[in-house]
């Protein structure tokens, strides 16, 4: 069975840091990529971020968390990794780890996930 399992999530004051890590099972690490993405109260769920399952490793990262999260993959543990700095009160959300249809990253490609994690709970206090 193919599985994603997401852990790191929490409460965090507003300007400190989280990370959270999302474990796969049941499936080759390398054949597809991997995205985060955040479903806030009231909110359609949006893609934040991803990573290609490419040897370069290539990202996106939405306007909204540009220059403050910050994705990796570890490939010996199968696991792809978010950290987030400079939290705003507007980073709570539920986030959401996701297999992709496609190896490579893209904004486009972030429409297309064949897998999701269970999410995570990310509350920021101001």
């Known amino acids: 069975e193919v599985q994603l399992v997401e852990s790191g999530g929490g409460f965090v004051q507003a300007g400190g840091s989280l990370r959270l890590s999302c474990a796969t099972s049941g499936i080759t690490f390398d054949e597809n990529a991997r995205g985060w993405f955040r479903q806030a109260p009231g909110k359609e769920r949006e893609g934040i971020s991803c990573?290609?399952?490419?040897?370069?490793?290539?990202?996106y990262y939405a306007d909204s968390v540009k220059g403050r999260f910050a994705i990796s993959r570890d490939d010996v543990k199968e696991t792809v990794y978010l950290q987030m700095n400079s939290l705003k009160p507007e980073d709570t959300a539920v986030y959401y780890c996701?297999?992709?249809?496609?190896?490579?990253?893209?904004?486009?490609?972030?429409?297309?996930?064949?897998?999701w994690g269970q999410g995570a709970l990310v509350t920021v206090s101001s």
């Open positions: 996701g297999l992709l249809a496609s190896r490579i990253c893209s904004w486009y490609g972030m429409h297309y996930v064949e897998l």
């Open positions: 990573i290609s399952a490419t040897n370069d490793g290539s990202t």
